[in-house]
């Protein structure tokens, strides 16, 4: 009877049923499997992480080692794992960040949701606008890759200029410094990328923009869990995340996994944030909950997470984004625009600026 050899095509495919934990990719893709080698019953790799998470690692090297002793012929397991040293503190000496891909930038603040359809492009806007009327040198990176839509909440048709220096000049409007994806390609074009392709456009943007020196960068990324997010937490030390959530259960069940996965990658929560949570009537002051209420800051007490605080329901909202205008710059005395003004001051506050 013939002897039962595994073949590195097996390997492979027992390790691309591991996920990292938090993202719907596998390792294989991601490219954390390097070194692979099967000889005779032996399989070796070393498994190269890109963050410093001990328990992250021994969960993955532990599911590496099961599935691949399940494969016919297989009888011993070889892992080195490589993890990334510790990431340096995000302030240094002088209140500059170490992180030297964004070396006039003092704090990144990624805005991120579990789903689409929460508002999170809007609260990204208008809390950058919020930092900036509180004093804040700020900018607005758009990175969600697959649905930019910051070039027309902030009213921008023009494209940037690359300078002598071979950087891309952000665009500035309503006094925050702009850069986008939507800015470089065709309204009408979708993008349909696959990770290498994502990783590249990521790194550019943090590194190939001359942001200058700033108090703030807000990071808009896509919703969900994937390769933006992870790409972002490899190429720059965040001073923290905002998860933004509506009151109904669906979205609070998706916002946990986005602060699972920042919590994954060693990335501060700096808490969540209720857009939509309620509807005041600007006649009679009646509150009236349109999407439920509430479940944000359930939703935070559970987890063991500050909540940030509440932006209520306002036509008006979506209304000046979509004229280019967001509310903060439209109507800084609205409701909702000091509500985005106290979620400035909780984020400035949390990262201690």
Request: a neutral charge.
């Amino acid at each position: 009877m013939a002897t039962v050899r595994p073949s590195e095509e097996t390997a492979l495919e027992a390790l691309r049923s591991i996920k990292y934990p938090g993202f719907s990719r596998d390792i294989v893709s991601f490219g954390f499997v390097k070194d692979l080698a099967v000889g005779g019953g032996n399989v070796s790799f070393r498994l190269a992480l890109t963050a410093d998470a001990p328990a992250v690692a021994e969960q993955i090297r532990a599911e590496c080692e099961a599935a691949l002793r399940r494969i016919p012929g297989v009888t011993s397991v070889t892992i080195s794992v490589q993890a990334a040293p510790p990431r340096p503190s995000v302030m240094a000496a002088g209140g500059l960040p170490q992180a030297e891909v964004l070396p006039g930038t003092r704090f990144t603040i990624a805005v991120a949701s579990g789903k689409g359809g929460v508002g999170k492009s809007t609260v990204a806007a208008n809390l950058a606008l919020a930092l900036a009327r509180s004093g804040h040198e700020v900018g607005l990176l758009d990175l969600d890759i697959y649905g930019p839509s910051q070039q027309m909440m902030m009213g921008i048709s023009t494209r940037p200029f690359v300078n002598d220096e071979e950087k891309i000049l952000p665009i500035v409007k309503h006094g925050v410094r702009v850069m986008s994806i939507g800015f470089l390609m065709d309204v009408d074009t979708p993008v349909i990328w696959r990770g290498p392709m994502i990783f590249k456009a990521v790194e550019q943007f943090l590194g190939d923009v001359a942001w200058g020196t700033q108090d703030f960068l807000v990071i808009d990324l896509p919703p969900g869990t994937g390769d933006a997010q992870l790409t972002l937490t490899q190429k720059v030390a965040l001073s923290g995340a905002v998860i933004v959530t509506t009151p109904q259960d669906v979205a609070l069940i998706d916002a946990r996994k986005g602060l699972a996965m920042f919590q994954k990658v060693n990335v501060d929560v700096l808490g969540i944030i209720e857009n939509m949570s309620y509807y005041e009537c600007p006649k009679c002051g009646n509150r009236e909950a349109i999407f439920k209420h509430g479940g944000g800051k359930r939703t935070a007490d559970e987890l063991g997470v500050p909540f940030l605080g509440e932006i209520p329901l306002d036509p008006r909202v979506a209304v000046q984004g979509d004229a280019g205008t967001p509310i903060v710059a439209a109507d800084p005395d609205s409701v909702v625009s000091k509500a985005f003004l106290r979620l400035a001051g909780q984020v400035a506050k949390a990262v201690g600026a």
